[in-house]
């Protein structure tokens, strides 16, 4: 139901306001609305009464001023990836950033400024052409802006730390339709708040990140095992990263079955699968040693671990990441894997309800928990775990059963969490949100909501609550 100011937006307003844009606004029924509102989770079906497809940050400030003026609310979409669908809203004004992907890379100083609307795929396309890289999300249609201003998790981290750890800078635009350039030298409070904090505090309309030297050839892949084998392998796996050097990573992954893909043998196909999923960056013969234990874990079902370009890796969960269906989620850190952990993983899991649903266990440490607990807005950086329970299905009429599932594993998971990651959150309240924090940090969280956006506009993330206002 749109509100009365979304009532009184006629032409008249519209017009002028159109005009002074370089991008393309648009209205239901207009071409190209129906593609600009829908975002990779299919559960979400919002329709903004305007959508602004900025192409610049004149844009993006013209779009906030118009929102204040007129009372409408703000959501702002990078790549609409994240699983609450906040980058869309229900009548008000959707700021799309998806149309800003310009990439630049210094190669001399290994720095790169990327535009919000930026894919992690776009954004290492152009880096690999330098053999450089930093640490971004592991499928490649994510995009920069929430992956960053969240954290950001990817293979790279335990060598590199979390995207954020590598920002250089971002320009923001404020919530008084203001611009600034916010770095550890100018506005320094917004700089700590931004590494982490989210959506915030205002629209990042480009960030600027210190790259390294990566590939482009690493040592990357799966390998497939049978899914009894799991708790065993577990073991294992939490043995091996135990003593790992940065320059390696693993996941532990539960499928339902192998995937129909051309490297799986029939008699193969439909195998219920637990896999391990690896990224080394040192040389090929490191890769090879350091990876040899893991080799003698079990007797892999397909051993698809290799020598390939770092972008490939990049690429390796994209089949998980279909835009479209129908996705629900629970997750948490854990501060280790516990046996109790092992177990209840593995029994859960068991009783998977999709074939294109996920179980991932993130193995934390090294460059991320050598960052000071409050050098950033990131919270719990002592954490050697993430576990992301991410349910993903077509039919919307088989809803039910898939999230009952991932509510009760998630709910047997949180005897063992210490707090979670803000970017695979759901929409689970401000409890949850306040999980994703430790209290000083939370506290000054809210302190830089009050200075930089007291009255809550943007507030369709997982939203730090002004107390003035
Ligand atoms: C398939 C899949 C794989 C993933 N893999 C990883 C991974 O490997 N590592 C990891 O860390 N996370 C991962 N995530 C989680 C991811 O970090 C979040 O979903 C993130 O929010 C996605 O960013 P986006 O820009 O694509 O999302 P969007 O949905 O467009 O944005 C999410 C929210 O971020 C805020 N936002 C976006 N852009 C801006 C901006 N420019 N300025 C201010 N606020 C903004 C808004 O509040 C918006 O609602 C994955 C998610 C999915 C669905």
């Known amino acids: 139901m749109a509100t009365f100011a979304e009532q009184q937006l006629d032409e008249a307003l519209i017009k002028p306001f159109r005009s002074g844009l370089r991008g393309t606004l648009m209205r239901p029924g207009d071409d190209g609305y129906d593609a600009a509102r829908r975002v990779w989770n299919g559960r979400i079906d919002r329709k903004p009464t305007l ?13 906030v001023k118009f929102a204040r003026v007129n009372n409408l609310e703000i959501s702002v979409r ?25 990439v ?23 880096t690999q052409a330098f053999g450089l890289a930093t640490t971004g999300a592991r499928i490649s249609t994510t995009g920069i802006a929430g992956v960053t201003l969240g954290g ?33 030298g100018e506005n320094a409070d917004l700089f700590w708040g931004i590494r982490g904090g989210g959506g915030n505090f205002g629209i990042v309309t480009s960030f600027e990140y210190q790259l390294h030297p990566v590939g482009p050839m690493i040592t990357g892949g799966m390998a497939f095992y049978p899914v009894v084998e799991a708790k065993e392998l577990l073991y294992r796996y939490r043995e091996f990263m135990a003593t790992a050097r940065d320059e390696l990573t693993a996941l532990f992954n539960f499928f339902s079955t192998l995937p129909p893909a051309p490297f799986v043998p029939a008699h193969l196909r439909g195998v219920p699968v637990v896999a391990i999923a690896v990224c080394h960056i040192g040389s090929i013969e490191d ?105 993903v299905w077509t039919d919307h009429r088989e809803s039910r059963r898939h999230m009952e599932w991932t509510d009760d594993f998630g709910k047997a998971m949180r005897v063992f969490s210490s707090g979670t990651y803000v970017n695979e959150l759901g929409d689970e309240g401000e409890e949850r949100v306040r999980a994703a924090y430790n209290p000083t940090t939370y506290a000054q969280l809210v302190a830089l909501k009050n200075k930089y956006d007291p009255g809550n506009l943007f507030h369709l993330n997982q939203n730090i609550k002004p107390t003035v206002g």
């Open 287 to 391: 890769g090879r040693r350091e990876l040899a234990p893991l080799r003698e874990f079990a007797q892999p079902l397909i051993d698809r671990i290799r020598p390939m370009p770092y972008t490939t890796l990049q690429r390796l969960f994209d089949a998980a990441g279909v835009f479209g269906c129908q996705v629900h989620s629970q997750s948490g850190h854990l501060a280790e894997l516990s046996d109790n952990a092992i177990e209840t993983l593995v029994a859960h899991a068991a009783h998977i309800t999709s074939p294109l649903s996920i179980v991932m266990i993130s193995s934390l440490g090294g460059a991320v928990g050598r960052v000071g607990e409050n050098d950033t807005a990131f919270s719990h950086r002592h954490v050697r775990y993430d576990y992301a329970i991410d349910s």
């Open 78 to 102: 990078g790549s609409g990836h994240n699983v609450t669908g906040n980058a869309v809203c229900d009548g008000g004004i959707m700021i799309d950033l998806s149309a800003m992907r310009g």
């Open 152 to 184: 950001g998790y990817g293979w790279l981290m335990r060598k590199y730390g979390l995207a954020i750890d590598n920002l250089r800078s971002v320009d923001v635009v404020t919530a008084d339709g203001g611009f600034i350039m916010v770095s550890n």
């Open 104 to 126: 630049r890379v210094d190669p001399q100083l290994r720095t790169v400024r990327a535009q919000a609307g930026a894919t992690w795929g776009e954004f290492d396309h152009e």
């Open 51 to 63: 959508i602004v497809s900025c192409v610049g940050v004149a844009d993006v400030i013209q779009a």
